[in-house]
């Protein structure tokens, strides 16, 4: 097709307005890079064209936005994945959450404070230039854990949110290293107990303050905050989350199972828009990503400094200061199906709510499966896809059409323990450290 | 010779109303927080030199002069101290951030103005397809400007000081007319006036989404929040300085009122209230002062869009200009409750002077 007869196609297929039951619209966002398909949506009319008017309002903490968006103060929202599972199961505040769109993948780090780097730096192998090699596992901390409990002293890490992802990859991470992450109970819901390292949550913005006033020694957050710790010269993240667990599943859009009953064609209409501005932030090989990165940096959006958002958004992630490594897919928006919402991404964060205790017994298979089914709703998702396809603003080659909702058995992770989302069970039994069927 | 004195006697006599005008105009100069005018006026007028200028260097000079010494301090000292947003700021990059915030609202007009040429456009097209049944006018939805977030605070304040004084000055009376109310709401009020905002916010954000269900009523839930919690904590001055005005009342009077067999409405209303103004108005204005200090706690919690939001959320930003904004933002509200604070002043002094007419 020529170029001509391809722009011809485009014009004759003008983009067909939903007639949207709900249009005047409020989402939420936490101050975290990967809130961008919003902010990318808004400040590039993707919303408008869709014929949605949308307030976006950055929210204090993840709860405050679970809670404002349950009781419909927020149409939508800007969630981690765990929580709409969370919610839906009834971990947490209880109400039906469901999700047709994932924002991204990767894009989290664990990072230390400089004193446990000092130490941790000597267990650690370095290659011919003098630089650390990655990835670096867990057990490198494990002499000061030891240290700290012969001292008597806690060692404390934070993470954002019970249900986050932050959480889970914090959790994976030390497990791997032979470290205790703590289990949940039905009546202890701290998540402390047989803790090795206590975990405890803090707003993702407040990460580096804390980290900064002793109060936890490191702490799993998305950006900018690890390299928010960098650049002040107070942490030194370690690993990044793409190192635990290759490409895995981030934060979603949450909206209530009510809000898309009722307005079934806002919800087609917002995916659209949301699907439009993955597909910009991820084009030509993250060319928009320095554009991004300025609409992130104002104050209104993440508001964190250019430089600050720009060395994860643009590539690059700087561990210790100056060791600056290329890891071109530390964010992803929209390539390998990054939005797609699969079943077998929900049934991992569910698999890990009970390997650590939070879901307190022993679920079947179909369990998982029917919980995931109930939250994600790829086929919305398949249908917004469509119809941008139709209208000549998105790539028929892009989409999963014929998924099934399952990934691939992958097993990239950082202790490679294979993961299959058809045989969750079967996954728990891998682990040394974590609870397990019948167990 | 006799149209000499006569000259003479007019020009002081002009001379004599001028300045009794200039002593009249002084109460309402120390109402604006301006009384170094007088002394002004009357140095303009021609009245003694020395005596005016050691008024005007009192009145005017040395508060000026302690600002002058308090903002060089503050340029000294203030870079001084490294933060990890780097240093403080000082006096100079907090109004280059005000020039800032300044710049953002108009970036948000232009943004809302070219909105609104979309609209246009699109509901145009709208019309010429036929499509009439389309058309929507929406209003701009972007993030709030410096000046929106202030707007929405000063509403917030008002409302929650509203409801505050329209529960507490009637309570009040009732405790300042029988010793037996007041024996029964005394315990209650000593123990929640010591409440902290941040106590009540939780409570009062539970009981209303529990009872105002509704989601496109006329308050937003996060207003009402912030408005109820401001009510709880602004309740307690007027309410015990209306009782205390109230029992404090000149017991001739209601004796008074006694022999003229009044009803209890023109007891309140012809005896009780004049006499009460002084102290009511006192209570206002401690409340109202009480309010706006509770207000910005109450907003950053609540995520209600005012000022105190605005400063949680440049504290989350943490960028390098985070610290100047939040600066603006201590000067802003400091200076707001300033003239809250005048405002409130300026009407004491209104009624005051009716009631003791």
Known sequence: MTAASFALLATA????????????????????????????AYELGYFEDEGLFVTLEPQANW???????I???????????????????????????????SMDLNGNGITVSNEIWEEMKGNIEHD???????????????????????????????????????????????????????FYSADNTSGQIDADVLLSVTPPPQMPATLEAGTILGYCVGEPWNQQAVFKGIGVPVITDYQIWKNNPEKVFGLTKAF?????????????????????????????RPEAVEILSRSEYVGADYDVIAASMTGTFEFEKGDVRDIPDFNVFFRYNATYPYYSDAIWYLTQMRRWGQITED???????????????PETYLEAARLLVDEGLANEADFPWDSDGYKEATAAFIDGVEYDGRAPNAYLNKFEIGLKTGG | MSAVTDTDLTREARRERLFTRINKADGYFQVLGLSWLTPALKLAAGDNARGNLSEIWRLLGVPILAILVFLAGWATLAPQVQTSLGAIPGPVQVYEQAVNLHKDAQR?????????????????????????????????????????????????????????????????????????????????????????????????????SAVYVTNDGMFSKSFLNSAITVTLCSLWPTLINTALGVSSIDKDLINVGKVLKLDTRTKITKLVLPSALPLIFT??????????????????????????????????????????????AVLTIGMIGYLLDRLMYALQTMFTFSAQR
């Open chain 2, 283 to 328: 209570g206002l204005r401690l409340s109202l002062g009480v309010g706006w200090m509770v207000l910005i706690a109450a907003e950053m919690l609540a995520q209600n869009p005012g000022l105190g939001k605005f400063v949680w959320d440049e504290f989350q930003n943490g960028s390098s200009q985070s610290l100047a904004k939040i600066m603006v």
């Open chain 1, 128 to 182: 011919a230039d003098g630089k650390p090699i990655h990835p670096i596992s867990a057990s490198a901390m494990a002499p000061i854990v030891e240290r700290y409990k012969d001292e008597g002293k806690p060692f404390n890490m934070g993470m954002v949110f019970p249900v986050s992802t932050h959480n889970y990859e914090l959790r994976y991470w030390l497990a791997a290293g032979g470290l205790h992450p703590g």
């Open chain 1, 13 to 40: 297929a003008p983009a067909e307005m939903l007639d949207v039951e709900k249009d005047e619209l409020t989402f939420g966002f936490i101050k975290l890079t990967d809130m961008a398909p919003l902010a990318v």
């Open chain 1, 260 to 288: 898309t009953e009722e307005n079934p064609n806002t919800t087609l209409a917002l995916t659209k828009a949301l699907i439009r501005a993955a597909i910009w932030l991820d084009e030509n090989d993250n060319a928009n």
């Open chain 1, 71 to 101: 009781d419909g103060e927020l149409d939508g929202a800007h969630m981690l994945a765990g929580q709409p599972l969370a919610a839906t199961i009834g971990y947490g505040t209880e109400a039906h959450i469901v999700t047709p769109f």
């Open chain 1, 363 to 377: 679920k079947p298979d179909e369990w998982y499966a029917e919980v995931a089914q109930s939250v994600y709703l």
């Open chain 1, 63 to 69: 709860k405050v936005l679970l809670d404002r968006t």
């Open chain 2, 108 to 208: 948000e007009a232009d943004k809302a103005a070219a909105f609104a040429e979309r609209q246009e456009v699109r509901n145009a097209k709208l019309i010429a397809e036929g499509k009439e049944d389309r058309v929507k006018w929406r209003e701009y939805t972007g993030a709030p400007t410096y000046y929106q977030q202030i707007w929405t605070s000063l509403q917030t304040v008002f409302f929650g000081f509203m409801i505050a004084t329209v529960i507490a000055v009637p309570l009040g009376i009732a405790c300042g007319l029988s010793p037996t109310i007041n024996a029964a709401m005394n315990p209650i009020i000593q123990i929640f006036k010591p409440v902290s905002p941040l106590a009540w916010l939780p409570i009062v954000t539970m009981v209303v």
